[in-house]
């Protein structure tokens, strides 16, 4: 009797330690296996991340994380620029001479812990803003989906997307969304277009049709074009041709325009034109 109990507490024993021992090799699996993927849980969200000196990239970038439900930072310069247009003017000239980019404050989020980063800026001299310029230096993104947004007085979404690129081979940098500053109240309905229809949140839209083929601009073409850009505080050229498209909204011409540079090369831009149903004639974006 005795024996058999002895037995019995052996067996036990032996089952104990068995499963003790199993639980520790699982225990060490997993730990091994939570190593191997780099530990860090990446975050689902998007991080949008920005710089703005007078409130206009800021705007946008609270529409865009309204939107996406994404994160936020803004970016800061240790020394902030001024905010005066001049002024900044003369800093962000003598930097780029210099080839100097301004200190920023280190940055809260991870980086790590994002695929899809949205970053945001003003354009300055037809580029990103200089604080981008030292993100750019310091951060290569690799492996990152990189979304760029900017504001702008006139244009630079395209040059300050192929400046992008280049300063950044290990990221993917998307085609971004750029708006002027004068229409930054336009870019929540442009915003949802452009995250629908570039699947960076669920939905659909009402696809916008081709622009006509471009044409010789008529008298009446050419009194729109004024209406959309004589009051801008630069020239922006005569129109020369002009393609259309009907939306729900209005309608979208598509000019091109002749320019002299200070130099006196002649050039020509792309400038966009929108007249809601209604509304006055504005320009959405001039493309060099
Ligand atoms: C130093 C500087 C350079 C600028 N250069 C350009 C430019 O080349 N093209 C343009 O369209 N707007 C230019 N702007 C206008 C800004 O892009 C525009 O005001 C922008 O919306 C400001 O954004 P923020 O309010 O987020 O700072 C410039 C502004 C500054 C201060």
């Given at each position: 009797m005795l024996s058999l109990n002895r037995f019995f507490v052996t067996i036990f024993a032996v089952k104990y330690l068995i499963q003790r021992i199993m639980t520790k090799i699982l225990l060490s699996l997993a730990a091994v296996a939570l190593l191997a993927t780099g530990c860090t849980k990446k975050s689902e969200k998007a991080l949008v991340l920005y710089y703005s000196e007078t409130g206009s990239t800021e705007s946008v970038a609270q529409e865009l994380q309204k939107q996406l439900g994404a994160d936020i930072e803004k970016i800061e310069a240790v020394?902030?620029?001024?905010?005066n247009f001049q002024e900044t003017i003369e800093r962000s000239r003598r930097e780029m001479q210099n080839g100097e980019t301004p200190a920023l404050k280190p940055?809260?989020?991870?980086?790590?812990?994002?695929?899809v980063i949205f970053v945001g800026y003003p354009i300055w001299f037809g580029t990103y803003a200089m604080p981008i310029a030292t993100l750019v230096k310091e951060n290569d993104f690799e492996g990152k989906t990189i979304v760029p947004f900017c504001t702008f007085g006139s244009g630079g979404l395209k040059s300050s997307t192929e400046a992008l690129r280049k300063a950044l081979p290990k990221a993917t940098v998307k085609t971004g969304y750029g708006v002027r500053a004068a229409r930054v109240a336009a870019a929540g309905k442009e915003l949802d277009r452009f995250l629908k229809e570039n699947g960076y949140v669920a939905g659909t839209v009402e696809p916008l049709p081709d622009y006509s083929a471009q044409q010789p601009v008529t008298d009446e073409e050419a009194a729109i074009f004024d209406a959309a850009?004589?009051?801008?505080?630069f020239p922006l050229g005569t129109p020369v041709t002009v393609g259309k498209r009907s939306t729900a909204d209005g309608t979208d011409y598509k000019f091109t325009a002749k320019s002299q540079g200070m130099d006196g090369t002649e050039s020509t831009s792309t400038i966009y034109v929108t007249v809601g149903k209604g509304a006055k004639p504005e320009f959405t974006e001039v493309v060099r």
């Open positions: 020394v902030p620029y001024s905010g940055l809260k989020s991870k980086l790590a812990n994002y695929d850009c004589s009051n801008y505080q």
